[in-house]
C-alpha cells in the first residue's frame, strides 16, 4: 500500500499537473506555478552531484493543441534557461537544424529529454553543411573513364531470361516518357534504388540465422541503394513530378518491390544478373540525355546544389555534369552486380568475395 507521505505527494503532484494537461494555459500561466510544485519537480541533491544530474530537470513547455489537450514536452535546464534568457536568439539557432535536403527552411529544432544533440558540421573551407540526407565524408568524386561499353552476354537461361525480362520492360517505358528523359531518369531511379536494399535485407536476414559475417556485402549493397536514392533526389530538382507519375511511381514500387523480394529469394544470381542488364539500360538511356543536352533540346541547366556537394562537383556545375557522373554510377553498378551474379554461378557465396564497399 502507498504511504500517506506517497499518497500526499501524488495527490500535490496531480493538483499541480492538472492545469497544464486539461486546460489551453499558456507557458507564462505555467511559470505562475507555486513553489511547492517546482520543489516536487526538482531532483534530489545527490543527483545534482552526479554529472548528468543537472539534466533531471524537468520543465513543461506548451505544446500545439490536440482535441484541446495539450501535452507537455521535457527539455533540459541549459535550453529553458537559454531560452527565457534571449527566446529571439535560440528561435534563430533552431531553426538551422535543416531537413532532408538543406538547413534554412525556418524548422525549429527538437528539444529532448535524452541529450541527443544535432552535430553542428562544416565543410573544408570552413561554412557549415547545410545537408541532413548526407554527411562530407559520403561524398566522392565520380570516376568517369570507367568502360561504359562493356556487355554481359547472356548464355544461359537465367540470363536470356533476366535480359528479355529487362527489355520488355523498357519498350512501355519508352512509350510512356519518349523523350522527357528528366521524368524518365526520376522514374528510372525510383526502381534502381530497390534492388540494393532488397539485397542488403535480404543478406542482412541471412547473416543472422546463420550466425555468419557477410563479406561487407550488406553494407556494398545498401551503399548502392543509397547512391541511386541521391540520384533521385537530384532529379526531382530538375524534374518536379506531376501527380499521375507519382501514382505511378507507387504503382511500379509496390509491384517490382515484391517481385524481385521473391526473385532474390529463389535465385540471386538471376537478381543480380537481371540489376546488371537494368544498370546497362540506365547507361544507355543517360547517354540518350547527353546527346539531347548537346543539340539543345534540354536546357541545360545549372546543376542542384545537392549534386555539387555529393559529386564534389564545381560550382559552376551543370546538368550535363550531373548526368555525366550519374551514368558513371550506374556503371559501377552494373560491375557490382554482374559480379555478384557470377560468384553465384561459380557455386559459391558472396561472402566468399570481398564486396567492392565504395566502388564509385
Known amino acids: 500500500m502507498m504511504s500517506r507521505g506517497g499518497a500526499k505527494a501524488a495527490s500535490s503532484l496531480f493538483q499541480a499537473a492538472k492545469p497544464r494537461l486539461f486546460s489551453t494555459a499558456t507557458t507564462s500561466t505555467i511559470r505562475s506555478l507555486s ?19 543537472m539534466n533531471g530537470w524537468i520543465w513543461t513547455t506548451r505544446a500545439p493543441a490536440i482535441g484541446g489537450v495539450r501535452f507537455a514536452s521535457t527539455v533540459t535546464l541549459g535550453e529553458k534557461t537559454t531560452t527565457d534568457a534571449n527566446p529571439k536568439k535560440t ?18 529544432g527538437i528539444a529532448s529529454y535524452w541529450g541527443v544533440e544535432p552535430s553542428k558540421i562544416t565543410k573544408e573551407d570552413g ?6 540526407c548526407f554527411r562530407p565524408w559520403e561524398t566522392y568524386k565520380a570516376d568517369l573513364t570507367i568502360d561504359l561499353s562493356k556487355h554481359h552476354v547472356p548464355t544461359t537461361f537465367l540470363d536470356k531470361l533476366a535480359y528479355w525480362t529487362v527489355k ?50 550488406i553494407k556494398a549493397l545498401l551503399e548502392e541503394a543509397e547512391n541511386e536514392r541521391m540520384h533521385l ?3 526531382m530538382e530538375v524534374a518536379k513530378p506531376k501527380w499521375y507519375e507519382r501514382a505511378l511511381v507507387i504503382t511500379i514500387q509496390g509491384v517490382f518491390f515484391n517481385a524481385y523480394f521473391l526473385g532474390y529469394l529463389i535465385s540471386p544470381k538471376f537478381a543480380h544478373r537481371m540489376v546488371g542488364y537494368l ?19 534540354i536546357e541545360n541547366v545549372p546543376a542542384p546544389a545537392i549534386a555539387i556537394d555529393y559529386w564534389r562537383l564545381p560550382a559552376d556545375a ?23 551474379s557470377d560468384i553465384h554461378y561459380q557455386g559459391r557465396e558472396l561472402k566468399e568475395a570481398p564486396a567492392p564497399i565504395g566502388y564509385h
Request: charged letters at 30%.
Open 127 to 132: 561554412t557549415e553543411w547545410k545537408w541532413n
Open 91 to 108: 528561435e534563430k539557432e533552431s531553426s538551422s537544424t535543416g531537413g532532408d535536403v538543406g538547413g534554412d527552411k525556418g524548422e525549429k
Open 168 to 217: 520488355s520492360l523498357r519498350w512501355p517505358t519508352d512509350l510512356f516518357f519518349q523523350r522527357r528523359y528528366g521524368c524518365r531518369a526520376m522514374m528510372l531511379e525510383t526502381v534502381a534504388a530497390v534492388p540494393g536494399m532488397v539485397g542488403g535485407m535480404l543478406l542482412h536476414c541471412k547473416s543472422l540465422r546463420r550466425f555468419e559475417q557477410s563479406g561487407g556485402w
Open 35 to 53: 513553489n511547492e510544485t517546482i520543489h516536487l519537480l526538482r531532483p534530489a541533491v545527490a543527483d545534482l552531484a552526479s554529472p548528468s544530474g
Open 233 to 235: 533526389m537530384t532529379f
Open 318 to 340: 551543370t546538368l550535363r555534369d550531373v548526368v555525366m557522373v550519374v551514368r558513371a554510377d550506374e556503371a559501377h553498378h552494373r560491375d557490382v552486380n554482374h559480379f555478384a
Open 279 to 297: 544498370e546497362e539500360e540506365a547507361i544507355h538511356s543517360y547517354t540518350e540525355f547527353l546527346k539531347e543536352l548537346d543539340k539543345g533540346n
